[in-house]
């Protein structure tokens, strides 16, 4: 199973879930506080999961693998903020941090 897809679409949800006006005040420590760098942080990483799909499985096969992957990492996202709201939105970084070495192999 493509990892580095879903961490980095876990790591893009994250990001963008920090930037709302509604986890603002679990955002405010850590790297990216400015809600404009996380927005852009997190649309660049969801890009880049999607261009680690097409790369990993081709244009056809790739698009049905991010949606997928990106759903999933989704789900995992709320599921986790339901319950521990500020590990979730925290453990962006150790996402992008994993899926980088995974995405040259």
Same mark, same amino acid.
Request: with cysteine.
């Given at each position: 199973?493509?990892l580095e897809i879903a961490?980095?679409?876990?790591?893009?949800? +994250?990001? @963008?879930?920090?930037?709302?006006?509604?986890?603002?005040?679990? =955002?405010?420590?850590?790297? @990216?506080?400015?809600? @404009?760098?996380?927005?852009?942080?997190? $649309? =660049? *990483?969801?890009?880049a999961s999607c261009i +680690? =799909?097409?790369?990993?499985?081709?244009?056809?096969?790739?698009?049905? +693998? $991010?949606?997928?992957?990106?759903?999933?990492?989704?789900?995992? *996202?709320?599921? +986790?903020?339901?319950?521990?709201?500020?590990?979730?939105?925290? =453990?962006?970084?150790?996402? @992008?941090?994993?899926?980088?070495? *995974?995405?040259?192999?």
């Amino acid at each position: 199973m493509p990892l580095e897809i879903a961490c980095l679409g876990y790591a893009g949800l +994250a990001s @963008l879930a920090r930037a709302s006006q509604r986890h603002r005040h679990i =955002a405010s420590r850590g790297p @990216l506080t400015s809600p @404009l760098s996380a927005r852009i942080t997190g $649309w =660049a *990483l969801i890009v880049a999961s999607c261009i +680690a =799909a097409f790369m990993r499985f081709g244009p056809f096969q790739g698009s049905v +693998a $991010w949606i997928g992957l990106l759903s999933l990492s989704g789900i995992l *996202l709320v599921l +986790a903020m339901s319950r521990w709201p500020d590990r979730a939105l925290q =453990a962006w970084l150790p996402a @992008l941090i994993v899926s980088l070495p *995974l995405a040259f192999f």
